[in-house]
């Protein structure tokens, strides 16, 4: 229960903080799937605020309900033209994220 509630509060404060994808008034800056998210951004710059923002909460979250990211279940996947194209780092935890280039089901 405590998960749940914590996970919809880490949503809720996203949403709220106008970061990440949207379609129209709907928001689709994360995706939550049972203790997976997505996070969606339109460029690396915002990816990273938006990690800090999730890595920030979930310090928060980690004194209290003993839960943290994942750095070794945490990757980047870019979609669009320019995907291929070298550019910045992403970090989690001051830790480099690994890009994929192909995804798997």
């Known amino acids: 229960m405590l998960f749940a509630v914590y996970v919809d509060d880490l949503i809720a404060k996203l949403k709220d903080s106008g970061l990440g994808c949207h379609i129209g008034p709907m928001y689709f800056g994360c995706i939550m799937y049972a203790d997976d998210l997505v996070i969606l951004a339109a460029s ?8 800090d923002f999730c890595d920030f909460c979930d310090s928060i979250a980690t004194n209290e309900l003993n839960m943290s990211f994942n750095v070794k279940k945490s990757a980047i996947v870019r979609i669009g033209h320019a995907f291929r194209h070298l550019c910045g780092c992403v970090c989690l935890n001051s830790v480099l994220l690994t890009r994929l280039s192909l995804l798997s089901i």
Request: aromatic share 0%; proline share 0%.
């Open 44 to 51: 690396l710059t915002m990816l990273q605020i938006m990690i």
